[in-house]
Nanobody, 123 residues
Framework: QVQLVESGGGSVQAGGSLRLSCKSSADTFRRYVLGWFRQYPGRGREGVASIELDGSVTTSVFAMDRFDISKDSAKNTLYLQMNDLKPEDTAMYYC?????????????????WGQGTQVTVSS
């Protein structure tokens, strides 16, 4: 059973930054592709970024210049550094794990989800 525990969400003003964290087991980091998705109320989840076992990264267009995904395998932690946040970034953010590559970033390819962490950006 894969457990993914997110933290780091919160409220911030537009232009601010947040860093999300997702902690899991060493086995998860050895075996699974990891990624971040987000979801607006009443809508499906959309991909933000993913990082493969070899460290290669896929990033959605909206996130390319502002968000940065990384992982620290020694700490079994996945990160999403979000800079220059905008009100439209307000959403629930989910950590994800997949057996197969998350390229493209499709929610249907995700095998395990975290519980989510809320990000709210005010103007």
């Amino acid at each position: 059973q894969v457990q993914l525990v997110e933290s780091g969400g919160g409220s911030v003003q537009a232009g601010g930054s947040l860093r999300l964290s997702c902690k899991s087991s060493a086995d998860t980091f050895r075996r699974y592709v990891l990624g971040w998705f987000r979801q607006y109320p009443g809508r499906g989840r959309e991909g933000v970024a993913s990082i493969e076992l070899d460290g290669s990264v896929t990033t959605s267009v909206f996130a390319m210049d502002r968000f940065d995904i990384s992982k620290d395998s020694a700490k079994n932690t996945l990160y999403l550094q979000m800079n220059d946040l905008k009100p439209e970034d307000t959403a629930m953010y989910y950590c994800a794990a997949a057996y197969n590559p998350l390229t493209p970033l499709s929610p249907s390819d995700v095998d395990y989800w975290g519980q989510g962490t809320q990000v709210t950006v005010s103007s």
